[in-house]
């Protein structure tokens, strides 16, 4: 049997912390004047609205009640990668939204970073960004972003 007090461990991120930045994202998407209801994230995500309710409170709360991993990622993947990332940051990670079935193929997404790469190398030409040259870049980085993780997001789908 193994000792659990052979040595004093401190998780990275503690469990306070993980419940109370969870809870504060499902407020940035669900709630009154948000993007959802509780009710349509509890329909959508398949997780019972007294479920998020009892998730929502402070840990110290007495109705706290902490949400079952699977409820956990029901919601994620009903909100999104953008959902995630407010609160998956605790682990010095991101997420991205993986593609669709009719997502490009992997061949027409690396030409279209190419191109975009292409691009970025004319705007370089003359060693200075200029205004418009900022915007565009600023633009074009979010695409290769997105569109990198979809190729990686592709082969995985595919290696599965």
Same mark, same amino acid.
Request: proline residues 5%; glycine residues 8%.
């Given at each position: 049997? /193994?000792?659990?007090?052979?040595?004093?461990?401190?998780?990275?991120?503690? %469990?306070?912390?993980?419940?109370?930045?969870?809870? =504060?994202?499902? %407020?940035?998407? =669900?709630?009154?004047?948000? %993007?959802?209801?509780?009710? &349509?994230? #509890?329909? @959508? =995500?398949?997780?019972?609205?007294?479920?998020? $309710?009892?998730?929502?409170?402070?840990?110290?709360?007495?109705?706290?009640? /902490?949400?079952?991993?699977?409820? &956990?990622?029901?919601?994620?993947?009903?909100? +999104?990668?953008?959902?995630?990332?407010?609160?998956?940051?605790?682990? +010095? &990670?991101? #997420?991205?939204?993986?593609? !669709?079935? !009719?997502? /490009?193929?992997?061949? $027409?997404?690396? #030409? !279209?970073?190419?191109? $975009?790469?292409?691009?970025?190398?004319?705007?370089?030409?003359?060693?200075?960004?200029? @205004?418009?040259?900022?915007?565009?870049?600023?633009?074009?980085?979010?695409?290769?972003?997105? %569109? +990198? &993780?979809?190729?990686?997001?592709?082969?995985?789908?595919?290696? =599965?």
């Amino acid at each position: 049997m /193994p000792d659990n007090t052979s040595a004093t461990f401190v998780p990275l991120v503690s %469990r306070e912390q993980a419940w109370n930045k969870f809870a =504060a994202a499902i %407020r940035l998407y =669900a709630g009154r004047g948000r %993007r959802y209801s509780f009710k &349509q994230l #509890a329909n @959508g =995500a398949g997780v019972k609205d007294r479920v998020i $309710e009892c998730a929502l409170h402070d840990p110290s709360n007495v109705d706290f009640r /902490p949400m079952p991993f699977e409820a &956990q990622m029901s919601i994620a993947r009903f909100l +999104g990668a953008e959902f995630t990332n407010e609160w998956f940051h605790l682990a +010095g &990670q991101g #997420a991205f939204d993986l593609p !669709d079935e !009719d997502a /490009p193929t992997p061949g $027409e997404l690396a #030409a !279209d970073i190419a191109t $975009e790469g292409a691009e970025v190398v004319r705007m370089a030409a003359d060693g200075v960004f200029c @205004g418009e040259d900022r915007k565009r870049l600023r633009a074009i980085g979010s695409e290769k972003i997105e %569109r +990198g &993780q979809m190729l990686v997001g592709l082969t995985e789908r595919r290696a =599965a």
